[in-house]
């Protein structure tokens, strides 16, 4: 129960059932919403492609739970994303698909509508309409096939020929694109990398590496405190016995040096899953109790409501048909913190570990809410109005399927985003596309100081207007590899990623990097040597944004 299907029956196109090696224009690998993106920029430009999944889903996070669309200034949205947004528009534009309430019933913060396009939306909606875009590129979709981490991967003369899956399964290709949020496409191609954060000296930040609660002033006078939101804002003892240190520490929470203030480290932010919860009584699921339910792990949480404060599901934006999508609030939630550090590098098992964990973790709490009777009545009460959907992640106990994976490989390239270009303090000549939401990071470690327990990372300060990413940043140096692009695990730092990992912009940039495919292929020449007046030009042409004109 609960457990990702990765070994299952591989549902492909006509042409994947031949055997051997299959030979494309273009091999994407990842069906997130830049892998699906890339595929229809790919076909529009004459190129046919594959889209390997490693499970039987397409969207990544859009169609696992993100609903709530993080971009900031929906303006600096164009191209293909924009046309995402649209057909979810046109979705709900009609009155059948309003099931569980009214169209004039339903409220949004970010349900705002413009230029008719919707940005918030149900997972099964945006499955519905990824597999659409995939079907409209022609493209063969792959399913349920993983990239062999051994010798997966093979280049002749810098340029990946071929990969081949667990399976033996081997694909062969002109250009290729790694659109998974891991980087194992990059990494095993040789290209460089980083996992963690990066100290604020390496590339002289203020924003990046390890971040106590200080107070950061901006250049325009606006004062933000970092990291006093998503921590624990009661003292709460950090040990198995209320106050003894001889007890132990709670699970999740650790005694070792948390690091000194601005150095780098191998943490990264925490994941959690975007659940979508409904109230509507004829769709609600209850809880489950996990197998490997430990109420122990939520001891922290118990304590903390007992402090006079649960928040624990503040954050649920509302979706059509009274749904959710919730995410991580306060000092205790959804971040499972901590419990993913080894997943960026991780083998399938210790993925497939972590995986289950965070399911564990986060199923486990939202039971003990509704069911330990220690938790005030008034809490459960509350908890309990919710349930999982009937009619959302069918095949996977109502569950979603896509972990969120908030940062994992970062590619080092020739230019590197930081902190500087959000700020717009360095500007790029080589836009393929704008990133407009904060730089954002969850937090990192859980650890115990003075007999309390403090969680650090947490990182929330706004960029004061949309700024452009390099086309550097989302191919590798040449010197590593002439033919593959890389549009979600971009060259960046840890908190300029923080503010570049959108959905919205993930397609952004999945159509660029097709696009310069593309134009590699037609021209013969590796993608670092395109001419980026041409790929500007289609870029333009396709209707993307690429410079902030306000």
């Known amino acids: 129960m609960f457990l990702r299907v990765i ?187 980083h996992v963690g954060r990066e100290s604020n000296a390496t590339y002289d930040e203020t924003l990046n590496g390890v971040h106590f609660n200080l107070y950061y002033l901006t250049d325009r006078g606006r004062l933000y405190r970092n990291t006093y939101h998503h921590n624990f804002t009661r003292p709460i003892s950090p040990y198995v016995v209320l106050g003894d240190r001889e007890s132990g520490l709670l699970p999740g929470v650790h005694g070792d040096d948390p690091g000194t203030h601005g150095e780098g480290d191998h943490r990264i932010q925490a994941y959690n899953f975007r659940i979508c919860m409904t109230d509507a009584p004829e769709n609600r699921i209850p809880f489950p109790q996990p197998e490997n339910y430990n109420p122990l792990r939520y001891e922290l949480l118990l304590r903390y409501i007992e402090a006079g404060v649960f928040d624990v599901i503040n954050l649920s934006t509302p979706m059509p048909n009274r749904k959710t999508d919730t995410n991580n609030f306060g000092g205790f939630s959804s971040d499972n913190i901590g419990m993913n550090y080894e997943y960026p590098d991780g083998d399938y098992e210790t993925r497939e570990r972590i995986f289950q964990d965070h399911i564990d973790y986060q199923l486990g709490m939202m039971w003990f809410l509704c069911n330990d009777e220690r938790i005030p009545d008034n809490v459960r009460a509350q908890v309990n109005r919710w349930g999982l959907c009937k009619d959302e992640f069918q095949d996977t106990d109502h569950w979603p399927h896509q972990l969120y994976v908030r940062e994992a490989r970062r590619m080092i390239s020739d230019i590197v985003m930081t902190q500087y270009h959000c700020e717009s303090k360095t500007v790029v000549d080589d836009s393929v596309g704008l990133a407009a939401y904060g730089m954002d990071s969850h937090n990192v470690q859980r650890f115990a100081a003075y007999g309390i327990v403090r969680n650090e990372g947490n990182v929330e300060v706004g960029v004061e207007t949309p700024y452009p990413i390099s086309y550097q940043a989302i191919r590798p140096q040449k010197s590593e590899c002439e033919n593959l692009l890389v549009p979600v695990c971009v060259s960046s730092s840890h908190i300029a990623f923080g503010s570049i990992r959108m959905e919205p912009v993930f397609m952004v940039l999945g159509q660029s990097a097709a696009t310069a495919a593309s134009l590699a292929i037609k021209d013969d020449l590796a993608v670092q040597d395109i001419d980026y007046s041409k790929l500007r030009e289609r870029l333009l042409q396709d209707k993307q944004v690429l410079e902030w004109k306000n």
């Open 7 to 193: 070994h299952s029956i591989t549902i492909v196109c006509l042409s994947a059932l031949m055997g051997g090696s299959m030979e494309y224009d273009i091999v994407i690998y990842g069906g997130t919403s830049a892998g699906v993106s890339a595929a229809l920029q790919a076909s529009r430009m004459g190129n046919h492609c594959v889209i390997i999944q490693d499970n039987s889903h397409l969207g990544g996070l859009t169609s696992g739970g993100l609903g709530a669309t993080d971009i900031g200034n929906k303006a600096a949205i164009g191209g293909i994303s924009r046309e995402f947004y649209r057909h979810v528009y046109d979705h709900y534009a009609d009155d059948s698909a309003w099931i569980f309430q009214k169209r004039d019933v339903y409220r949004s913060q970010r349900q705002a509508q413009d230029d008719n396009s919707m940005w918030t939306f149900e997972p099964h909606v945006a499955e519905k309409i990824m597999r659409q875009m995939a079907a409209d590129a022609n493209a063969d979709v792959v399913f349920n096939e993983r990239l062999d981490l051994n010798d997966g991967v093979v280049k002749k003369n810098g340029r990946i020929h071929s990969i081949k899956m667990e399976s033996g399964k081997v694909f062969a290709g002109k250009m290729f694109i790694d659109a998974t949020y891991e980087g194992d496409l990059l990494a095993k191609a040789g290209v460089s990398y």
